[in-house]
């Protein structure tokens, strides 16, 4: 990566009239705003179907995209919709995404462009539909069942399900796909729609000189279409339930760890096929971004198995991955790896021995970088230029937060030290201090650079209920705060 700078901003954060953001206008004109800012790179999280608690990292599919984030403007525009439809939105609050309202609102909507379709609107892209259907039936045709199937079994995870359904009995799938052929279309009609608007999207990135760097969770949820469709890629009984289950031991985010739920792979299975699901879910991702950040990271070399009987993480053990075999069969499917690896937590010399073998740039947070003994590898001046540096990220306090509410006295005595400061403007104190950095990269999330508080981090790691909330208002969009990261990305050479 050369040296620049990004900003860190979900989709669903962006300012909306129907209560989430979406990729249609708003995120164009958020893309024209990050080139005015002088910022090379949007980072956003994952795409997919948000999951339990809305959680973008616990997804129902690892290659739809969230119906979501589809723009009802950017349905008016291709006929699906009138703009009398769209005019009279409910009355959403700013700031802050009501996830209830506003995904009932959208799914009027995805189900009124669904009903226009079937009608004639938007006939000039009938072609298109069948044409997108048959290009991507190798994983839409799973996900467009396995959705319809959650709504007529409203929303129970598909364990729960009958026999033949949860085995996948051939005879019990054809039933079901003649049953529930209409509303297989509907959702496969919504993943066209979301990547045909993408498609728009990253036209205006690359037009702008804005390159997006995505996000790849290396787990997916238990309850998604990847572990119904595929039991046999993870390590689950003759139930098809998790016999074991990811998650992290205690570390700085929680005293008794992380738990995630997740189920966890069959390496050597995946090692007998040559990785073929990881390279088509890699392949699939870059399709749609320039560069992907790798979540836990460390989960590769190794990662921690607890059993699906537990109900903290504490009680685990290391289990070796999968390793340089894995990236061996991507890069000789894909090439060059345009990856940043999330190496945070308990980071062990044999995660950096396979980071800096495969030549991936690695993280590091401000957030943890000033704790006065033993000092950390995060402060400046002991950072490497193959890093992506950061104030926080999503699973961080904003820096107001932090340094107010989490950071000790010590810690807030030794960053005032540092920076010759009195902390009276911290968020952009350490901006300026990441940008100034020698670390190839320097990402902001959008939080910090309006100075917000502890009440608008985006994720709070451990805690299940009140995440991924936070929206922009149109004021934090102000051109002076583009023209004061500009200034700041230009003295540093980021551009």
Request: hydrophobic share 40%.
């Amino acid at each position: 990566m050369d040296r620049s700078a990004g900003i860190l901003l979900h989709p669903t954060s962006l300012p909306s009239r129907h209560g989430i953001g979406d990729i249609g206008p708003g995120a164009h004109d958020y893309v024209r705003w990050l080139a005015e800012a002088g910022s090379t790179w949007w980072q956003i999280l994952p795409l997919c179907p948000p999951g339990p608690g809305f959680s973008p990292y616990s997804a129902v599919s690892t290659f739809a995209g969230s119906p979501w984030l589809l723009s009802p403007e950017a349905m008016v525009q291709d006929g699906f919709l009138s703009a009398a439809d769209i005019d009279s939105p409910p009355d959403f609050p700013e700031g802050s995404l009501n996830i209830e309202a506003a995904l009932a609102w959208k799914s009027t909507l995805l189900r009124l462009s669904w009903e226009r379709f079937r009608s004639g609107s938007g006939h000039q892209l009938r072609e298109a539909f069948e044409t997108f259907k048959e290009q991507d039936g190798w994983w839409l045709e799973d996900f467009g069942l396995f959705a319809a199937l959650k709504d007529q079994h409203r929303g129970k995870s598909w364990l729960d399900w009958s026999h033949p359904l949860v085995h996948r009995d051939p005879e019990a799938l054809i039933e079901a796909e003649k049953a529930l052929i209409d509303e297989i279309n509907f959702h496969q009609f919504c993943q066209f729609l979301f990547f045909r608007q993408w498609s728009r999207l990253k036209a205006v990135a690359v037009e702008h000189g804005v390159r997006i760097l995505g996000d790849v969770p290396i787990f997916v949820a238990q309850d998604s279409a990847d572990v119904w469709a595929h039991p046999e890629l993870f390590l689950l009984d003759e139930n098809r339930r998790p016999t074991v289950v990811a998650g992290v031991p205690p570390d700085y985010f929680s005293e008794t760890g992380q738990l995630w739920g997740n189920p966890l792979y069959d390496w050597e299975r995946h090692r007998e096929d040559g990785y073929a699901w990881w390279i088509a879910r890699t392949l699939h991702t870059l399709d749609l971004v320039d560069a992907v950040r790798l979540d836990h990271f460390r989960g590769f070399s190794a990662f921690w198995e607890v059993s699906a009987s537990e109900t903290t993480a504490v009680v685990g053990r290391w289990v070796p991955g999968p390793g340089r075999a894995l990236f061996d069969a991507l890069h000789g499917a894909i090439g060059s790896l345009p990856m940043v690896a999330e190496d945070l937590g308990e980071i062990t010399p044999d995660v950096l021995e396979l980071r800096r073998n495969l030549g991936l740039p690695g993280m590091a947070i401000l957030h943890f970088a000033f704790g006065p003994e033993p000092r950390s590898t995060f402060i400046p001046y002991q950072l490497q230029k193959d890093m992506v540096i950061y104030t926080g990220t999503h699973d961080n306090n904003t820096t107001v937060g932090w340094y107010t509410e989490d950071a000790t006295d010590e810690e807030r005595d030794l960053v005032r030290r540092y920076m010759a400061s009195d902390g009276s403007d911290i968020s952009w104190q350490l901006i300026r201090l990441a940008i100034a950095s020698v670390a190839d990269v320097a990402i902001i999330p959008h939080q910090d650079l309006v100075g917000l508080g502890a009440e608008s981090r985006m994720n709070t790691p451990s805690v299940a209920e009140g995440n991924w909330t936070f929206r922009l208002s149109q004021t934090m969009l102000d051109p002076s705060i583009a023209a004061r990261f500009r200034n700041l990305v230009e003295t540093f050479g980021r551009k």
